[in-house]
């Protein structure tokens, strides 16, 4: 088990460029979630897939987001036309979606800040 | 969204004092997770917590599961400066896509 990993660890870029973030989950697990974070507040929940199926999408999920996990293993988190309000870090995380005690498991993030 | 009730918000204690933080919520829950983060770090699992009146231990921390299932507690014995960091409940509720809903988390600071 080497955990969730997430790449790159840090992003700073332009407003009104696109980003794009790498998560790798536990390989065992079925489940990845998508979520963000910013100071004082808890991670807010942005979206899950079961294998390769995208199964929620929070509304804080605008237009500009997309998630893709193509194969059921690694996922791709991409932000398009960045805006300055989008800074924060992005957290994935995954699971073993049919047990009921498969708490989730976090990575160490990726904090984007958006100048 | 929706979120817990979690208190303290911090905390600033002497090494070796015990600490206490709970979360409530106007819900059930069927799970309740408690997670510390370090500062440019994601959340770590501390305590997985799944039946009303569970009480689980981990090292030095101990967590219990309500018995109404909208509370959960976290205690952490004889503290040490590592211990220092912000401490997050989550709770899920019955269903099937295991989303967690969060604590505004409390922040522990340990005076060595």
Known sequence: ?115 | GQQLNQSPQSMFIQEGEDVSMNCTSSSIFNTWLWYKQEPGEGPVLLIALYKAGELTSNGRLTAQFGITRKDSFLNISASIPSDVGIYFCAGQRAGNNRKLIWGLGTSLAVNP
């Not at chain 1, 407003?15 to 910013?38: A, K, M």
């Not at chain 1, 800074?87 to 049919?98: D, N, P, R, V």
């Open chain 1, 1 to 115: 088990d080497t955990g969730v990993s997430q790449d790159p660890r840090h992003k700073i870029t332009k407003r009104g460029q696109n980003v794009t973030f790498r998560c790798d989950p536990i390989s065992e697990h079925n489940r990845l979630y998508w979520y963000r974070q910013t100071l004082g507040q808890g991670p807010e929940f942005l979206t899950y897939f079961q294998n390769e199926a995208q199964l929620e999408k929070s509304r804080l999920l605008s237009d500009r987001f997309s998630a893709e996990r193509p194969k059921g293993s690694f996922s791709t988190l991409e932000i398009q036309r960045t805006e300055q309000g989008d800074s924060a870090m992005y957290l994935c995380a995954s699971s073993y979606g049919t047990a009921y005690n498969s708490p989730l498991h976090f990575g160490n993030g990726t904090r984007l800040t958006v100048t």
